[in-house]
Each structure stands twice: as C-alpha cells, then as structure tokens.
C-alpha cells in the first residue's frame, strides 16, 4: 500500500537548533504539500510544490523557515532557528497531478507526521 | 480572508446518535473534501464533492454539497465509537496565478460516549 513517509517521527531539541523534516511523497504524485498542526490555529498550509517547483510559500515563515525538493522523492522542510512556538506536528502531503481545465482537485495523502517540541 | 468556516468544534454524543457538521465558505468553491483524523494520527481522505447539490453516501455517513457550492455538511447515522476522530472540510478555491489551494476547515472533533 503506497503510502508518504516522513522521518522523524518525534523530534525534540532546543530552542536555536536547525530542524530538518523529510518527506518521501507517494511515487508519481507530483503535487507535495507542508503542514503544521497545532490545537489553536488547526492545519496550516506552508508550502505547495508541483513537479518540483514551489507553487505557494505564503504560508511559511521566511526568516526560518525554508521548504525544498531536491528530487522528486525527498521534500524537506528546514527551521533555522528553532524557537518553542514552533512546536507542532508537522505533516506531508502528496496528490497526483491537478487537472488545471477542471474544477476538482485530487486529494492529499498525509503522512504520520514529525511531531516537533522545541524546549 | 480565505477561511473556510466550520462548525461546531466539538460534538459530544451517545453511541447511536446521528451527528452532523457543517462547512461555510463566504465564495464559491470548486469543490469539496472530507477527510478524518484519528486522535493520534494523520488526516485521511474519506471523499470529495464537485457538483452543485451533490449528495454522496459511504455506509452511514452522507455527504452533501451545496446548491451555491458555498457549503457542506457531513452527517453520521447512529454514530458508533470507531467514528471518533476530527472531521475536516476542505474547500478549493481557485487562485490566480496559483490554480486551486485547498483550505481546510478548523475541524470538528467527535467523541462517542459507549
């Protein structure tokens, strides 16, 4: 069963450190997309990329945070400094491709996610 | 701003009992998504509705989309304790320049009293 993986699970560090979150979307979906959970804001969307190219970023924090796709089976997701409000899970998204002439969508295919506590 | 409103945040019933949320959006949306997420987990995708007034069905869970396709609901019939979780709406709008952006709802979280 095809599925997104993303790695760590669980990371907990101190406030300053870099963070560095992977995601390995499900082979041949091209559409990869960064989450952050939290209980007060819910999900937050902080990057979409398709085909490899970011396509919306504005959700994201750019001081700190940065979001690449080196290749079409790795997507990172990079913050630098940590600080504890930062703390979330974080979760990877990936969908087939978007038919641009039609009005739907494909749906995501989340990962477990990175749970992430910065003390 | 581009919300998509859902309600109520939490839902507290009695195993048996019919459940319903709601989605609203103030502009149109090309379609709409429903996903669940388990308590501990990740959200996983249950449908999507693209037409106006399209009304789909899985076992006990009915899903509708409105006639202006500015709004949604997912209703449970006799809701059992495996359908805890939180239940999110997700609207795509379309954005120039961007194409379509999936907005999540804020979620409702169900708990089911045995």
């Known amino acids: 069963d095809a599925r997104v993986t993303q790695t760590p699970r669980h990371k907990v560090t101190e406030m300053g450190q870099e963070v560095t979150m992977r995601c390995q979307p499900i082979?041949?979906?091209?559409?990869v997309f960064w989450y952050r959970q939290t209980m007060m804001q819910g999900l937050e969307l902080l990057a979409y990329?398709?085909?490899?190219?970011?396509?919306?970023d504005s959700g994201m924090p750019k001081d700190r945070f940065s979001a690449e796709m080196p290749d079409a089976t790795l997507a990172t997701l990079k913050i630098q400094p940590s600080e504890p409000r930062d703390s979330a899970v974080y979760f990877c998204a990936s969908g087939p491709s978007r038919d641009r002439g039609r009005s739907g969508n494909q749906p995501q295919h989340f990962g477990d996610g990175t749970r992430l506590s910065i003390l | 701003g581009q919300q998509v409103m859902q309600i109520p945040q939490y839902q507290h019933v009695q195993e048996g009992e019919d459940f319903t949320t709601y989605c609203n959006s103030s502009?149109?949306?090309?379609?709409i998504q429903w996903y669940k997420q388990r308590p501990g987990g990740h959200p996983v995708f249950l449908i999507q509705l693209v037409k106006s007034g399209e009304v789909k069905k899985q076992k006990r869970l009915t899903f509708q989309f409105g006639e202006a396709k500015k709004n949604s609901s997912l209703h449970i019939t006799a809701t059992q304790t495996t359908d805890v979780g939180t239940y999110f709406c997700a609207g795509t709008k379309w954005i120039y320049n961007q194409g379509g952006k999936l907005i999540f709802g804020q979620g409702t979280e169900l708990s089911v009293k045995p």
């Open positions: 502009t149109t949306l090309s379609n």
């Open positions: 990329f398709r085909n490899r190219a970011p396509l919306d």
């Open positions: 082979l041949g979906h091209n559409t």
